[in-house]
């Protein structure tokens, strides 16, 4: 997976630098090829002889260095590689990054980049923890820098909390993300705003409120042992499930079959075909906001074999469909005292993203659209992030690449101000 890449590795100056030599040997035995660039300050904990042996490449640390120049220029050099990590990732260069500061090589590598960048942060906890800290990574995250850690645990300086790098191999997995391949379930991203380890409690603005969210795949039995089924891994889902419970909502999650945890605090019920999955909605309304975030299956088989469908020998059998209930629809279009004050859907789409999403608000009824592109290379079905754009009547906002966990807590807060803002029109507005 991993073969062939060009990493740009910059590396900052905390004590977590002691870790970086492990971390390019890791890169090099997957057959990723590194250049590294340190700070001043990283000078001070690793050197740039070891870094240079390791990676085999010079390290560039001198933004005025003349043979450096003449060699490769710093903008050829941003450039060059398919990704830029930056680990360790001080409080100082994510407040630079967080800045567009360009005051020495790296920094400026960082700013002259096109290229994605990865950042695995590593500091004191309570420079963590420090509003100014928060307020970078945001504005990070908003600019569609990927973080991956810090991790919990005793830091050199002897305090305990988040702060601490994550592991070579953690890093590694992130890296391997950035290239398509899904993070490892133990690993996360790091949220901005997380659910219940977050550096603030989430406001509860949406206690009071229910909530129904739809997830997974459906699977429509062909007989006893077979089922017609897609892709969908549920994660954005349960993201948005356990999101809206963060903030104090009554959720219902109605999902699919899929390989998940059921999400902390929310009420989780299971099913397996698109018509239960209508069912156990209906059953629970009426509610506040209805979220259908599950790719029900469009089409079941008419008539299910009641046993196993044997080879005759002759020709293959023939499967005639049926159309399955479009839960979505349904639920925006019920009677006016069940109806959820709002409904958000969802739209995979593989061309003209926005353009048929907004068709769909108005054929599904719904008061906002995720739409989202998920179309080979995307990585959206299965994976770990998410480019989603926000639908309603009068406007479309786009919203960059982030986690799916991102996606969820920012519709949560769009949802719980569009409560917050008491009236209806607003909700169907998206304002
Ligand atoms: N949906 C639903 N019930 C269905 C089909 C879809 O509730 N039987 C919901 C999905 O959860 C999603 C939205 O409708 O929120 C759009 O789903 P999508 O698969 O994008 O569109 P379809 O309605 O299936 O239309 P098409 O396949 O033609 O794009």
């Given at each position: 997976m991993l073969k062939g890449k060009r990493i740009l590795l910059v590396v900052s100056g905390g004590?977590?630098?002691?870790?970086v030599p492990d971390l390019i040997r890791r890169l090099a035995e997957r057959g990723v090829s590194v250049r590294c660039a340190m700070t001043k300050a990283a000078e001070q904990f690793v050197t740039p002889l070891t870094l240079a042996a390791l990676s085999g490449e010079k390290v560039s640390?001198?933004?005025?260095?003349l043979t450096d120049e003449a060699e490769m220029g710093h903008i050829e050099l941003s450039r060059d590689a398919d990704l830029v990590v930056v680990a360790p990732a001080t409080a100082n260069i994510l407040a630079r990054m967080a800045q567009g500061l360009a005051d020495d090589m790296a920094t400026t590598l960082l700013l002259a980049t096109d290229k994605p960048v990865l950042v695995a942060p590593a500091m004191n906890v309570r420079m963590w923890h420090h509003p100014a800290t928060q307020r970078n990574i945001e504005q990070l995250k908003a600019d569609g820098v990927a973080f991956i850690g810090p991790n919990e645990g005793e830091m050199a300086c002897g305090e305990y909390g988040p702060g601490r790098m994550a592991e070579p191999l953690e890093i590694v997995a992130a890296i391997e993300m950035q290239f398509g391949k899904p993070l490892p379930r133990h690993l996360t991203l790091v949220q901005p705003r997380p659910a219940n380890n977050g550096v603030a409690p989430l406001k509860q603005d949406l206690k009071g409120k229910r909530a129904i969210v739809t997830s997974g795949p459906t699977h429509e039995p062909i007989d006893p042992v077979r089922y017609i089924a897609n892709r969908s891994s549920g994660k954005q889902g349960h993201a948005i499930a356990a999101a809206l419970a963060a903030r104090g909502a009554d959720v219902t999650l109605v999902t699919g079959p899929v390989s998940l945890p059921d999400p902390a605090g929310v009420k989780t019920v299971h099913v397996e075909a698109a018509r239960d999955m209508f069912s156990a909605c209906f059953l629970d309304l009426p509610v506040d906001i209805f979220v259908a975030a599950a790719a029900v299956a469009d089409w079941r088989v008419a008539v299910e074999a009641p046993q196993k469908m044997k080879k005759s020998g002759d020709l293959p059998p023939v499967l005639k469909l049926a159309e399955n209930p479009d839960i979505l629809r349904a639920i925006s279009t019920t009677d006016a005292k069940r109806r959820p004050a709002l409904v958000v859907g969802f739209a995979a789409e593989t061309e003209n993203v926005v353009a048929h999403a907004q068709k769909k608000l108005g054929s599904k009824g719904c008061d906002w659209i995720l739409a989202n592109d998920v179309s080979e290379?995307?990585?959206?079905?299965?994976?770990d992030s998410n480019a989603v754009h926000l639908v309603t009547a009068n406007a479309v906002e786009d919203w960059p690449r982030m986690s799916k966990s991102e996606v969820a807590a920012r519709l949560a807060e769009r949802i719980a101000a569009a409560f917050n803002d008491q009236s209806k029109k607003n909700l169907k507005k998206g304002s």
């Open positions: 004590i977590a630098a002691f870790k640390a001198d933004l005025f260095s290379g995307t990585q959206t079905f299965g994976g």
